[in-house]
């Protein structure tokens, strides 16, 4: 009987050590848990961390420096979130929306300087001067989010991002939102349609500089792609109209053209013209209505 016990004991004994050893050693090959980061205004409004943020001069991209102190005897893994609204404390000027998010991670008591990306929320207030201080602010609005999120992910032109900022902050048209290359950023355009719930427009509009202020909020030009098929040969002729019928301009006028897929580009000089809804036609054989399009000027 105690030969039995001491049978089963041993066993047991044995089949624990096995699983012990392979425990230990599967452990010890296994991936290290990431680090969880946490959000970095959390850490400001727990004390951990002491923050001095910073214009370095400007309103728009790597324009904020942030100094961070970690009080704390631990290492803090720390989040700058694309989406978060940075409050200057002089209200005359900008804030700043970042809209590129940043891990940062700090030492116990250790204090470490990091740039933030980001871009001005207000056309019309001043571009934060080198030295201006500001709060670590709050999260925006989903919609904002939304927006600084696609702008994470993706290398946008930064006069277009600054532009597209300013359709949701300032509501600024759609249409404002141009690069030379329209193709790198149909995506930012799709976004804030999605956003707003409106169709990407076909043109885009150009504003006149203004060295006095950020946007100066007077069309300069108006461009876009107009496509058209002709089945015919035939006489083309393209002008531009007010509400009332009156012709503006004539960029084209009896062209010639042979059958075939056609794409006109637009780029047409829109100085001291009043504010509202103008169409583009294109006529064939003098005529003809063959396309129309609308633009706005805001």
């Known amino acids: 009987m105690k030969n039995k016990r001491l049978y089963h004991f041993l066993c ?58 970690n009080t704390t005897p631990d290492t803090l893994f720390m989040l700058l979130e694309p989406g978060r609204v940075l409050v200057a404390e002089d209200t005359s000027y900008q804030n700043i929306f970042i809209v590129k998010s940043k891990k940062i991670e700090l030492p116990p008591l250790a204090t470490r300087k ?33 927006l600084a999120m696609a702008i994470d992910k993706n290398n946008f032109p930064p006069s277009a991002v600054q532009s597209a900022v300013w359709v949701l902050s300032n509501g600024h048209p759609l249409s404002s939102v141009y690069d030379s290359d329209m193709a790198s950023i149909y995506e930012l355009r799709k976004v804030l349609a999605d956003i707003k719930g409106e169709e990407v427009p076909w043109y885009s509009i150009i504003y006149k500089t203004d060295t006095a202020r950020l946007f100066s909020n007077i069309p300069e030009k108006v461009t876009g792609d107009i496509d058209y098929y002709l089945r015919n040969n035939a006489i083309i002729t393209i002008n531009v109209r007010n509400k009332n019928g009156v012709v503006l301009s004539t960029p084209i006028r009896n062209r010639p053209a042979n059958p075939g897929q056609y794409t006109y580009t637009l780029d047409l000089n829109v100085s001291g013209w009043k504010r509202g809804e103008y169409e583009v036609y294109i006529y064939s054989d003098l005529s003809t209505v063959h396309t129309k399009k609308v633009f706005k000027l805001p």
Not at 56 to 63: A, I, Y
Not at 120 to 134: T, Y
């Open 114 to 146: 990091v740039s933030a990306y980001g871009f001005c929320c207000e056309s019309h207030d001043m571009s934060p001067r080198e030295g201006l201080k500001f709060k670590i602010g709050y999260m925006a609005p989903p919609d904002w989010q939304k």
């Open 12 to 69: 047991l004994f044995f089949c624990i050590s096995f699983l012990l050893v392979i425990y230990i050693s599967t452990g010890t090959n296994s991936p290290p848990i990431p680090p969880k980061y946490v959000s970095v205004e959390k850490y400001v409004r727990n004390g951990l961390v002491q923050p001095k943020i910073s214009s370095t001069g400007g309103h728009q991209e790597e324009c904020i420096e942030m100094e961070l102190k």
